[in-house]
């Protein structure tokens, strides 16, 4: 593997035209063909991504850190091993690795990419700028699925760089699972991601260490709720969350605004009531 080094991305024509299938990507001669696809990170996220986009005619690799991940990726969805260091070439090339781990995880397999690349690790700023620098010269797109894979499908937020047939066709077969594709820049993302996850999960998180244990007969419909959200939310991966709280800012702001009414007297809760009504 050419760790270091920038991507080039080529267009192999194929040696005989044929007519063009829903799930076909195009070569630059207007000629369709299968698709070859690295996944890079064999968790949840990774396998995601192969079985909503690959179709039973593209060949899959799944390479990961632990080949025993990559295995057990290869048994529920298809396709085989790439070992990390393979010296290998793909149409497109998905990181799917944690956010801390992204930008070292393009560098190392971009130049893999001959045509495309993208990510799936949930932030969008950091990777669409690593893809810039490592395949200047490939389609780069920055995925993010707002559910867990097991919740699909959903919204999926996107950002197209440098886009093309390679880019539409993911696109497409994402719409055609169920999900709505949401195009968005790696700047709305991110700074919307410091409401909807770090600071949400702040909150849960924090009435779970507050709340004590109550009986189901005194629960509201906000309490009920609450604690629904609670369970979902403690249902995941500690190292994911840990990972969206330094990622994005946010859980100051609601510590702040958490002591804000702790500390008010009845005048100040009112005012600050009626800013949020």
Known sequence: MRVGSVATCHVKPDSRPREAGPNCFCTGTGYPRSMKLLVVGAGAMGR???ERVATA??????????PDAAQAAVDEVGG???????EESFDVVCVAVPMPA???????YAPQAERAICDVTGSMRDPMAAMREHAPDCERLSLHPLFAPERAPGNVAVVTDNGGDVSETVREQLAAGGNDVVETTPEE????M??????????????????????????TPISAGLFDLVDQTTGGEGRVYADIQAAFDGAEDVAA?????????????VDFYERLS
């Open 48 to 50: 995601w991504f192969a």
């Open 57 to 66: 005619n593209d060949a899959v690799g799944f390479a990961d850190t632990d």
């Open 80 to 86: 085989r091993v790439v070992e990390p260091a393979a």
């Open 102 to 108: 992204a930008a070292d995880a393009i560098e190392a």
């Open 189 to 192: 993302h991110d700074e919307a």
């Open 194 to 219: 410091e409401t909807v996850q770090a600071r949400a999960h702040t909150a849960v998180l924090a009435f779970a260490a507050a709340a004590e244990d109550v009986p189901d007969h005194f629960q």
């Open 257 to 269: 605004a958490a002591a804000e009414i702790a500390d008010a007297d009845a005048d100040r809760f």
